[in-house]
């Protein structure tokens, strides 16, 4: 019953913010922006975000070498996984698809493998804030850029204390308690933090996948002639990475557009330019990266009812 509550709250969610991004559009001026995009720049805007996706199955990799040395084409096919996913189901249910994929390839506690996707999620939001940040010296003084850095400082920040919080009751517990072994699988998941020079290389490859990420961005915005403007991709995953972060239907459906539209008419873009561009990116992008998706599920034969016991058994 909750997850069925939560599934139709998603979906409204997603309903409301597509509302708000179609709201007083011209249709017509939208077919013609659409029609009008240059095919070339976008593909190499797709081979730029896959291409931030083969770095973070290295990244992944590095973070769960404490727990096992995994395999290189296992952490890449479990992460577009995880993106096919996100785009069939709702409220990020790609984590667990993710997790639930790297358990049954590299048999890996799906504890270990979720916590070390919520520290991947801490480590990118020290990377975009990085980020952004720099590429904020060089954007307009507008209060968007601002507010969308602290709300991202502060899901970051939650992530830290999560963490802490983790290690404190992990000592609370006996050793050889059911409890102890469970906060301990999680706990595995970012221990990666003592090793030092793993770490390095860590914040060294999600500064460029996160950089891979907004090139993405800039190439598409070239595709509708928009801007050349370096700084202006980055503002644009800044706002894409807190609207995803709002609760939504399958794909982050709405939010993802809507987070688009409000940054690009921040920065003085037309509604139905910047609609044009939301949706080019959204379905080019996430139908390249879900059809992969489908493909490693296939492969490595991860089913939705595998994924559904393992919810239950989490329950």
Do not use: C
Request: hydrophobic share 55%; aromatic share 14%.
């Amino acid at each position: 019953m909750k997850r069925k509550f939560l599934l139709i709250f998603g979906v409204f969610i997603s309903g409301f913010f597509l509302w708000l991004s179609f709201k007083n559009l011209k249709v017509l001026t939208v077919l013609h922006h659409l029609a009008e995009a240059r095919w070339p720049l976008i593909l190499v805007g797709v081979s730029s975000y896959l291409t931030g996706h083969l770095m973070r199955a290295i990244r992944w990799k590095i973070i769960l070498s404490p727990t096992k040395k995994v395999r290189y084409i296992n952490s890449l096919g479990s992460i577009f996984i995880g993106i096919f996913g996100n785009t069939v189901f709702p409220l990020r249910a790609g984590e667990l698809w993710r997790s639930v994929a790297i358990k049954f390839r590299e048999e890996i506690p799906l504890e270990t493998a979720l916590s070390s996707l919520a520290f991947e999620r801490v480590i990118d939001g020290v990377a975009v804030i990085t980020l952004v940040s720099g590429a904020s010296l060089a954007a307009p003084k507008i209060p968007l850029i601002r507010e969308g850095l602290k709300i991202l400082g502060i899901l970051t920040l939650s992530g830290f204390i999560a963490f802490a919080i983790l290690f404190f009751l992990r000592s609370r517990f006996r050793p050889d308690s059911k409890l102890f072994k469970v906060f301990n699988n999680i706990v595995k998941g970012f221990q990666v933090i003592g090793r030092p020079h793993k770490g390095l290389i860590i914040i060294a490859l999600s500064l460029a996948i996160w950089t891979a990420e907004a090139m993405s961005y800039y190439f598409i915005l070239l595709a509708f002639r928009i801007t050349e403007n370096l700084s202006l991709p980055f503002i644009i995953m800044l706002g894409v990475n807190v609207g995803v972060s709002i609760p939504s239907g399958p794909g982050f459906v709405g939010t993802f557009e809507y987070a688009i539209i409000t940054v690009l008419q921040a920065f003085g873009v037309g509604k139905e330019l910047a609609l044009s561009f939301a949706v080019t990116y959204h379905s080019v992008i996430y139908l390249t990266a879900s059809s992969i998706g489908a493909f490693f599920a296939y492969l490595f034969g991860v089913k939705a009812k595998m994924v559904k016991a393992s919810a239950e058994s989490r329950s």
